[in-house]
């Protein structure tokens, strides 16, 4: 079946960039989602189609593709900035999946 | 504004069919633009995409989930449901119900193209005899 790989964890100080970072075979061909799940909370919608923000998202929040990678760049972490992160993408025969999810510690 | 509430009971024996409905508020379920969608989350683990329903009743199903997973669509009520037979301790979870945006090839009927766009709350459902 196919696979998101995320790192478990990434740790920033305030005011540093935060970069978590997506992989899978398809990446190339599919684009990529990404969520902010903050605890007791549902997820929210940050990035999609690799790259775009959606409204009343702040700036600071930009994705981008290379090749089988995906990555999610927080400018400027913020402590409210610290959650649980998803990527999302699909495959050739429309099975969506997400990885493992990333927990951003802001220290 | 569009809102989703999911709802259903919060504890399920095992072998038996776990059964949610998603009401969709402020919005048509009918819209060609979306699909829609079921998405748990185990305690304290991540998110796994259960399956997802367009309009029309065309479902698409987790691979892994396909043999005992079935999402269903009443346009007249504005609700989707799942179905998820066979339950186990491992289907303990909290479940969401999702809009996703609907592409057909490199053709994409909204801005966010496949994304998850709205969710509801989630609800917890757990398998315990």
């Known amino acids: 079946s196919y696979e998101l790989a995320q790192p478990p964890s990434v740790s920033v100080s305030p005011g540093q960039t935060a970069r978590i970072t997506c992989s899978g075979d398809?990446?190339?061909?599919?684009?990529a989602y990404w969520y902010q799940q903050k605890p007791g909370q549902a997820p929210v919608l940050v990035i999609y189609?690799?790259?775009e923000r959606p409204s009343g998202i702040p700036e600071r929040f930009s994705g981008s593709s290379s090749g089988t990678t995906v990555t999610l760049t927080i400018s400027g972490v913020q402590a409210e900035d610290e959650a649980d992160y998803y990527c999302q993408s699909a495959d050739s025969s429309g099975t969506y999946v997400f990885g493992g999810g990333t927990k951003l510690t802001v220290l | 504004q569009l809102q989703m509430q999911e709802w259903g009971p919060g504890l399920v024996k095992p072998s038996e069919t776990l059964s949610l409905t998603c009401t969709v508020s402020?919005?048509?379920?009918?819209?060609?633009?979306?699909?829609w969608g079921w998405i748990r989350q185990p305690p304290g683990k991540g998110l796994e995409w259960i399956g997802t329903i367009y309009y029309s009743g065309s479902t698409y199903y987790n691979p892994s989930l396909k043999s005992r997973v079935t999402i269903s669509v009443d346009t007249s009520k504005n609700q989707f449901s799942l179905k998820l037979r066979s339950v186990t301790a491992a289907d303990t979870a909290l479940y969401y119900c999702?809009?996703?945006?609907?592409?057909?090839?490199?053709?994409?009927?909204?801005?966010?193209?496949?994304?998850?766009?709205?969710w509801g709350q989630g609800t917890m459902v757990t398998v315990s005899s």
């Open positions: 189609k690799d790259s």
């Open positions: 398809a990446l190339p061909k599919q684009y």
């Open positions: 999702a809009r996703k945006g609907y592409c057909s090839g490199d053709n994409c009927y909204v801005l966010v193209g496949e994304a998850f766009d709205i």
């Open positions: 402020g919005g048509s379920i009918s819209s060609s633009s979306y699909h």
